[in-house]
């Protein structure tokens, strides 16, 4: 008890001690003013370090972080509150917000681990094809929900895969291989399944919507998709091969012991509940307005949807239409009900309105433009400056949040295109997806920190295998923007 209570007091002198330094940084920079800006300009500068410096250390929690502005810029008379407040509005927040209301309806309902358990089952249950059966359904899932919620989702079923696994001891195998490797392919397929679709991961949201608030171009759902689901299904071949066939393959075989597990797990769940046929329906109705939007827009003109209606509507039919769960008795409930929200990463959507509201800010003050230009002035070759910002954003991920990370920099690269004439997308997209792949460290993302918390990782493997995930997504993500962002965008 001593130890646990000393442990607490030592975290808490450190955050005092990180959020001490942070203020001190802040009132250096706008005191001395290394940069020669205006009072305005210099006063952004220093609330913008104090907030980044913050978000890296998490001395305090990163969505009380994000509403520093609603302080600090009307107490400084940078912006007046209205402003200021605006946006917390923004659509791209209610677009994730809808998407987080979706996930937790599928969650609720168990329609995730039918989804997950009946992949697993299909690919068969030699090691390499357990392995691979999670890394499918990891990323197909991770598509629509957030890497976190997938994460926590697939977990203990891989625990209880690895349990029943390890009873059997076939000769010549490696358990330790297939333990490393599963808990692997879950937090990396969270990640890599992500950026497959806007709402897959919060990078991506968080960039669409600075990009949509600053050009008011819209980024279509289905192009997104176009570029960013073959990128995906490339790096999860390419990490199952890297694993499975290279670095730590396990040598199980198939056999009844495994085949048994999942088909207990499958008759657990039972037939499909008319619950989980109406989650899934509204769930294959809103992909599918998602990804055919554009085409709906163009053959009518009585509506125009875009992602963030749909995403809402999405919510509001989910809290409408009855569960049809006959354990409810007479007083049958809708799919979901207030209470289940208490389950949503709320502090995510915060954060998403302080970042933006901070991005605007900078690029009102100038500073993004000063910074933007003074690089794009050192680099002319466009194919070398992608690869660049690749390179720089999905290391520096591997340390600090992947969303304060797009946050901070979609601005700045935002900038550098327009001083350089050209798209911003080709070099905002691949800022954002190397963001969502860090993968040598436990804290560059949540899933991997999750998966690490098993005691089946070891920092060598974790280390090792992230790098060249690194490296790969780097290659692929560079090449495809390149080649194919002129062309779908």
Not at 51 to 75: H, K, Q
């Amino acid at each position: 008890m001593f130890e646990i209570r000393s442990l607490k007091i030592s975290l808490a002198v450190k955050n005092v001690f990180l959020l001490i330094s942070a203020l001190v940084i802040a009132l250096v920079f706008c005191y001395i003013n290394p940069f020669s800006l205006d009072e305005k300009a210099s006063l952004v500068l220093s609330i913008a370090t104090l907030m980044i410096f913050l978000w890296v250390t998490e001395a305090i929690p990163m969505p009380i972080v994000a509403i520093l502005p609603l302080i600090l810029f009307p107490l400084l008379k940078i912006s007046t509150l209205e402003e200021t407040s605006r946006s917390y509005a923004n659509p791209v927040i209610f677009l994730f917000f809808g998407g987080f209301i979706l996930g937790l309806a599928i969650e609720k309902w168990n329609l995730h681990k039918r989804i997950a358990l009946n992949i697993i089952k299909k690919t068969g249950t030699g090691g390499d094809k357990i392995v691979l059966g999670f890394i499918l359904a990891t990323g197909l899932l991770s598509m629509w929900l957030s890497n976190t919620a997938t994460t926590m989702m697939m977990y203990p079923i891989a625990l209880s895969v690895i349990a029943v696994i390890s009873q059997n001891q076939q000769q010549n195998a490696n358990y330790a291989y297939f333990n490393l490797t599963i808990m692997l392919s879950i937090a990396y397929a969270s990640n890599i399944g992500g950026i497959a679709t806007i709402i897959g991961t919060p990078p991506n949201v968080a960039f669409i919507g600075y990009f949509q608030n600053k050009y008011g171009m819209d980024v279509d759902f289905m192009r997104w998709m176009m570029l960013c689901t073959p990128i995906s299904i490339l790096l999860l071949i390419a990490l199952y091969l890297v694993m499975v066939k290279w670095l730590y393959p396990s040598h199980i075989k198939s056999d009844q012991v495994s085949e048994n597990l999942m088909n207990l797990k499958v008759k657990e769940l039972g037939p499909m509940t008319l619950p989980e046929k109406r989650v899934l329906l509204v769930f294959l109705c809103t992909a599918g307005l998602w990804v055919f939007r554009s085409l709906i827009n163009s053959v009518q003109s009585a509506v125009k949807l875009d992602d963030t209606i749909i995403a809402v509507i999405a919510a509001v039919v989910l809290f409408i239409i009855p569960s049809g769960d006959k354990n409810t008795g007479e007083n049958e409930t809708a799919i979901l009900e207030w209470s289940d929200t208490g389950r949503m990463a709320w502090g995510i959507l915060l954060l998403f309105g302080g970042g933006i509201c901070l991005a605007e800010t900078l690029e009102n003050a100038g500073l993004i433009q000063i910074l933007g230009v003074w690089l794009s002035g050192n680099t002319t070759n466009i194919f070398i400056l992608i690869a660049m910002i690749t390179i720089l954003s999905i290391f520096i991920s591997e340390v600090m949040s992947n969303v304060a990370q797009v946050i901070v920099f979609a601005p700045v690269v935002s900038s550098m295109a327009d001083s350089m004439n050209i798209n911003p997308l080709l070099l905002g997209i691949p800022m954002t997806l190397a963001a969502s792949c860090a993968g040598m460290l436990p804290m560059g993302t949540p899933p991997n920190a999750i998966v690490f918390a098993s005691n089946h990782i070891k920092m060598k493997d974790m280390i090792k295998v992230g790098f060249i995930m690194n490296l790969i997504a780097i290659g692929l993500i560079t090449l495809f923007t390149w080649y194919l962002v002129p062309i779908i965008f």
